[in-house]
T-cell receptor, first 114, second 108 residues
Framework: EAGVVQSPRYKIIEKKQPVAFWCNPI?????LYWYRQNLGQGPELLIRYENEEAVDDSQLPKDRFSAERLKGVDSTLKIQPAELGDSAVYLCASSSGGAQETQYFGPGTRLLVL | GESVGLHLPTLSVQEGDNSIINCAYS??????FIWYKQESGKGPQFIID?????DKRQGQRVTVLLNKTVKHLSLQIAATQPGDSAVYFCAENNDMRFGAGTRLTVKP
């Protein structure tokens, strides 16, 4: 069974440019998470989806970050415009149902903003 | 505020020794905890979990202990191998909070 797929794996952009990350969760997983992981730190939750509904986006910086999961499967996370401090690894995870189930993580997208 | 944290940022052990990685949490409402292993360039990988109605859970070479009285959990790795070298995170799944992680280095 394929795991969580993310693309691109690496992205280098100049500040003020837009950037988008894509995630394909494990088949059948209703819950999808986006995390940001800064160097030397643990992942920080940005947003959690149950199917196509964002049930927790309290930590998402809404002035520049947006996310969507239109059909309840794939998801995209966008930053516009990117700032230097957005350089981090963006991780996507999925689980079969709810917050009490094991999350399976993708390899992440490493973003560098110059 | 509530937090999940780890006592030590680094741990170095000799191959074959047992490793113990500790984690403290402060949210008394937390009832589900997970340990993850993260190797360089990869996403966190599930190791073992424990629910608050348990004190101990064992897996293959790993054991998680939960002490709700002092809000502490630990990950024990038996007969540590070089492949165990990684950063280990504890997480509680109510607020989706991760600790900063402990880097385990196994010396051959």
């Amino acid at each position: 069974e394929a795991g969580v797929v993310q693309s691109p794996r690496y992205k280098i952009i100049e500040k003020k440019q837009p950037v988008a990350f894509w995630c394909n969760p494990i088949s059948g997983h209703n819950t999808l998470y986006w995390y940001r992981q800064n160097l030397g730190q643990g992942p920080e939750l940005l947003i959690r989806y149950e199917n196509e509904e964002a049930v927790d986006d309290s930590q998402l910086p809404k002035d520049r970050f947006s996310a969507e999961r239109l059909k309840g499967v794939d998801s995209t996370l966008k930053i516009q415009p990117a700032e230097l401090g957005d350089s981090a690894v963006y991780l996507c995870a999925s689980s079969s149902g709810g917050a009490q189930e094991t999350q399976y993580f993708g390899p992440g997208t490493r973003l560098l903003v110059l | 505020g509530e937090s999940v944290g780890l006592h030590l940022p680094t741990l170095s052990v000799q191959e074959g020794d047992n490793s113990i990685i500790n984690c403290a949490y402060s949210n008394s409402a937390s009832d589900y905890f997970i340990w993850y292993k993260q190797e360089s360039g990869k996403g966190p990988q599930f190791i073992i979990d424990i629910r608050s109605n348990m004190d101990k859970r064992q897996g293959q070479r790993v054991t998680v202990l939960l002490n709700k009285t002092v809000k502490h959990l630990s990950l024990q790795i038996a007969a540590t191998q070089p492949g165990d070298s990684a950063v280990y995170f504890c997480a509680e799944n109510n607020d989706m909070r991760f600790g900063a992680g402990t880097r385990l280095t196994v010396k051959p």
